[in-house]
């Protein structure tokens, strides 16, 4: 039982935060091209990935816990899951603003440019993949 549900924790992580974290990097692109269509689908893309994203934190704790519970114990652990967790409120607050510059850039009386939101995507999504990588040294590191 513990081998399926690694074989689900790693999978998720990568076929979800992989592609979470692309496509957040794509968006400062789109936004700077004012390419409306593309922006939404970026958006659509963040929410389902970042929706999707959860399967990680759910099998790994549900991993822990079919190891004995004990290693949910473990400095490393307790690190990596609130990392996830502040992660997953990053991914929020790009989706606000993913979805903030999709309302301004398709106004037809666009004053706003979503400079803004254009700036704030770029660092939240760098700040997410350093977050990424930090989960990623704690789970193979450690041990």
Known sequence: MSSLLLWLHIGFAIFTVGPLTAVTMAAPRAIRAKNVPVLQNIQRTTRIYGVASLGVLVFGIALGAALGGAILGKWYMTASMTLFIVAVVLIVLIDRDLRAAVRVLASPDAQDDAKVQNGRIAAISGL????????????????
Do not use: E, G
């Open 128 to 143: 997410l993949a350093v977050i990424w990588l930090v989960i990623l040294f704690l789970m193979v590191v450690p041990r």
